[in-house]
C-alpha cells in the first residue's frame, strides 16, 4: 500500500499474512475514495457534502444487503468482506463523519476537539484491523486508539504548512494561545521561541499516546503485531526527524531516508525480539 497515501492507515500490507491482504485493501480502498471526497478534486464544499452523502448510502445498501447506488464494484467487495469477516460498518460511519467534518471545520479551539475529530479519522481504521485478526479486546482497543489517535497527531504536525494551504489549522487554538503562536507563524514559516516551545508541547503529547499503546505490538498475533512494533517506531521517528530540525517543518519537511530506515528497523527488532523472549518492553521512549 502507498504509506503516503492515507498515511493513519496502520499496516502497510507486506507483513500481512496472505489471507487477509483481501479484506485489507478493501477497507484501505473504501476509507480512500471517502478520503479523497473530502480533500481532493476541484468540487465545491456543497459537492463533497453531496459525494458524501452518497458514499454513506453506499454504507447503507451494504447493511441492508442491496446494491449500492454508488461505486457498486467496491461496495459489494466490501460486503463480502463484511460477511466473511463478521465487520461492523460502524466504524465507516465513524470515518465518513470525520471526512464530513474535515469540509466544514477549519479551525480546532481546543485539545478535546481535535481528539474527538482523531476519534473518528483515525481511531476506526485500528478497530476495524483488530476485529479482522479477532483480537478486538477491550485492552486491544484502548491500546490502538491511543496508537491511531498518536499517528493522526504526527500526520497533522508534519503536514501542518500542506493542511495551511487547504485553508485547515489543526494545531488548537487555546494552545496556540497559550504559548503566543499566532497564524501569522504557520502563514510566514517562522520558527521562533514560540513556535519551538508548542511543537515541543505538541511532540510530546503525540509521543506520549504512541507509546501508551505500544505494548499492543506485543499481544497481537503474528506478523501483524511486527507491522505494529514498525508502525510504531517509524511514527516516532518523525517525531525525531521534527525536533532534530528545531522544529521547521516549513522548509525541512520530516521525510524518512536511508538512515532512519534503518533505525526503524533496528529499533523494531528489538521490540518484536522481547516478545519472543519474554523480556519486558524496551523503552521506546528514549526514542526522542
Known amino acids: 500500500m502507498e504509506a503516503d497515501h492515507y498515511e493513519n492507515f496502520p499496516v502497510a500490507g507486506v507483513l500481512l499474512p496472505k489471507a487477509l491482504r483481501a479484506p485489507v485493501g478493501v477497507i484501505y480502498h473504501v476509507v480512500r475514495t471517502a478520503a479523497e471526497i473530502a480533500d481532493e478534486g476541484d468540487w465545491s464544499p456543497p459537492e463533497r457534502h453531496a459525494r458524501l452523502a452518497d458514499f454513506r448510502a453506499g454504507l447503507d445498501a451494504v ?4 446494491a449500492a447506488p454508488v461505486h457498486p464494484t467496491l461496495f459489494a467487495k466490501l460486503a463480502d468482506a463484511v460477511r466473511r469477516h463478521g465487520l461492523p460498518l460502524e ?8 471526512f464530513e467534518q474535515d469540509v466544514d471545520t477549519m479551525r480546532y479551539a481546543d485539545r478535546p476537539s481535535l481528539l474527538d475529530y482523531c476519534s473518528r479519522s483515525a481511531n476506526p481504521v485500528g478497530e476495524l484491523m483488530l476485529r479482522l485478526i479477532g483480537a478486538a479486546t477491550p485492552e486491544n482497543l484502548a491500546d490502538s486508539d491511543s496508537i491511531c489517535t498518536g499517528l493522526q497527531l504526527v500526520s497533522l504536525l508534519r503536514d501542518i504548512p500542506t493542511d495551511w ?10 494552545e496556540r494561545r497559550r504559548f503566543g503562536v499566532s497564524e501569522a507563524h504557520i ?10 516551545a508548542l511543537m515541543r508541547h505538541e511532540i510530546a503529547h503525540a509521543r506520549a499516546l504512541i507509546v501508551r499503546g505500544a505494548p499492543l505490538a506485543l499481544r497481537v498475533p503474528g ?7 514498525s508502525v510504531v517506531h517509524g511514527a516516532l521517528r518523525v517525531l525525531d526527524r521534527i525536533e532534530h530540525a ?13 538512515a532512519d530506515w534503518a533505525i526503524i528497523l533496528l529499533r523494531t527488532a528489538a521490540m518484536w525480539l522481547s516478545r519472543r523472549v519474554g523480556a519486558r518492553l524496551p523503552s521506546i521512549e528514549g526514542n526522542a
Open 63 to 66: 447493511a441492508r444487503g442491496r
Open 91 to 98: 466504524p465507516f460511519y465513524e470515518l465518513v463523519s470525520a
Open 165 to 174: 494551504q487547504r485553508g485547515r489549522v489543526y494545531l488548537p487554538l487555546a
Open 187 to 196: 502563514a510566514a514559516g517562522i520558527v521562533d521561541d514560540a513556535w519551538r
Open 223 to 229: 506478523r501483524f503485531g511486527l507491522e505494529l512494533c
Open 246 to 258: 528545531d522544529y521547521d517543518v516549513f522548509y525541512n519537511r520530516p521525510a524518512l531516508h536511508a
